[in-house]
């Protein structure tokens, strides 16, 4: 992502912050982020997601290096404070095609995973992501 957004937009249009990143730089990069208009893409990884973070004037939230469930992702998301002009935002999640994240967030679409946590999950599913 960061590589993507960089060549595509240059170095001063993003920001990144994920579950490794201090909390003095987390802050430097939401002080930047909310001030710099030039600044539209912020780069924020699920485990990252915690209460002290607030984004202004967003429109769209792109959920990367996600949780293998669905729903831990829209609990991240919660705690996190989105204040925005638009009424709805749109939220997408970044996923790699022919992963195992891909195929499992295919048996979270048919509820096989939404309840179970992944140790739980059926012989026949397992080998089924392992084939994948």
Request: charged share 25%.
């Amino acid at each position: 992502m960061d590589d993507m957004v960089r060549q595509r937009f240059g170095e001063n249009s993003y920001e990144r912050v994920d579950g490794n990143v201090q909390s003095s730089k987390k802050h430097t990069a939401l002080q930047k982020f909310n001030s710099e208009k030039q600044r539209f893409v912020f780069l924020l990884e699920a485990r990252a997601c915690l209460p002290s973070i607030k984004l202004t004037s967003v429109d769209v939230v792109i959920i990367f290096g996600s949780d293998w469930s669905p729903m831990n992702d829209i609990k991240s998301l919660q705690k996190i404070t989105i204040d925005s002009q638009r009424e709805q935002i749109m939220t997408f999640r970044l996923y790699s095609c022919s992963t195992m994240e891909e195929k499992i967030l295919m048996l979270a679409r048919h509820e096989k995973t939404r309840h179970t946590k992944l140790q739980n999950i059926n012989r026949s599913s397992c080998h089924m992501l392992l084939k994948w």
